[in-house]
C-alpha cells in the first residue's frame, strides 16, 4: 500500500480481555514505532524496532504490553487482560532509515469498558 | 513542567489570517518536527528541521537552537488547515523516538 496501514482501526474491549493491534509500514521501512496517544493529549512513546529488532521498549507502561515485529515488516501490539486505562488511540509510525522522515498510520481507537 | 510546551493550546482565526504556533523545549535535540493531526487520527509530517527556516506552500516553521523555540506559521489561513498542529522534538541518541507536546488546536473560520 501507499501509507502506514494500521488494523482494526477501532476496538472496543471488555477489561480482561486480550487485544492485537496489527501495524503494515510502507514496504522497506526499517524503523517501526508505537506511540500511544490518550484523548486531549500528545503521542507518548511506547517501543521501537529497527528491523525485526526491538531496540527500545522502555515506554511500555506494564508487562501486559507486548510488540512484536518477527519478519521486520508487520508489527503487532498485544495488550493483555486490558484495563480501561488503556483506552487511547495507538499509532504506528514507519521510516525508511534513522533520520528520515516519518509516515504515521491513522491509528486504532481502543476503548475499553 | 513538559520537555516540549506548545502555545496557545487553542486558537481560533477568521479566514486569511496569519497565525503563528510556538513550541519550546527543554531537552537536547537533534531534529525538531511539525506534525499536523486531523479529526480521526491521522497524523501528517509538515517539516523536519534542525536549524534555520522552512517553507513549504504556505506553511513556514523557524527554529532557534540556542533559545530552545520554533515556531509554525500559516499564510492567508484557509478553514482546511483547521487541525492539531503537534511540536515534536528528536532527543541526539541513535534513534528517531519523538518526545511530543499537546498539541495546538487550530480552527480557522469562513
Known amino acids: 500500500g501507499a501509507g502506514v496501514s494500521q488494523s482494526p482501526r477501532y476496538k472496543v474491549a471488555k477489561r480482561g480481555q486480550d487485544v492485537a493491534l496489527r501495524c503494515d509500514p510502507i514496504?522497506?521501512?526499517?524503523?517501526l514505532f508505537w506511540y500511544q496517544q490518550a484523548l486531549g493529549q500528545g503521542p507518548e512513546f511506547l517501543t521501537y524496532?529497527?528491523?525485526?529488532?526491538?531496540?527500545?521498549k522502555s515506554g511500555l507502561p506494564s508487562d501486559r504490553f507486548f510488540a512484536e515485529r518477527p519478519e521486520g515488516s508487520v508489527s503487532t501490539l498485544k495488550i493483555q487482560r486490558t484495563q480501561q486505562e488503556d483506552s487511547a488511540v495507538y499509532l504506528c509510525?514507519?521510516?525508511?532509515?534513522?533520520?528520515?522522515?516519518?509516515?504515521f498510520g491513522n491509528g486504532t481507537r481502543l476503548t475499553v469498558t | 513542567k513538559n520537555e516540549v510546551e506548545q502555545s496557545p493550546q487553542n486558537l481560533t482565526a477568521q479566514e486569511g489570517e496569519f497565525i503563528t504556533i510556538n513550541c519550546s523545549y527543554s531537552?537536547?535535540?537533534?531534529?525538531l518536527h511539525w506534525l499536523q493531526q486531523h479529526p480521526g487520527g491521522g497524523i501528517v509530517s509538515l517539516f523536519m528541521?534542525?536549524?534555520g527556516k522552512k517553507k513549504h506552500g504556505r506553511l513556514i516553521a523557524t527554529i532557534n537552537i540556542q533559545e530552545k523555540h520554533s515556531s509554525l506559521h500559516i499564510t492567508a489561513s484557509h478553514p482546511r488547515d483547521s487541525a492539531v498542529y503537534i511540536c515534536?522534538?528528536?532527543?541526539?541518541?541513535?534513534?528517531?523516538?519523538?518526545?511530543f507536546g499537546t498539541g495546538t488546536r487550530l480552527q480557522v473560520f469562513p
Open positions: 509510525a514507519s521510516s525508511l532509515a534513522t533520520r528520515s522522515p516519518l509516515h
Open positions: 514496504s522497506g521501512h526499517v524503523s
Open positions: 524496532f529497527q528491523n525485526e529488532a526491538q531496540l527500545d
Open positions: 531537552v537536547g535535540i537533534s531534529a
Open positions: 528541521l534542525s536549524s
Open positions: 515534536a522534538v528528536t532527543p541526539p541518541l541513535n534513534t528517531d523516538k519523538l518526545i
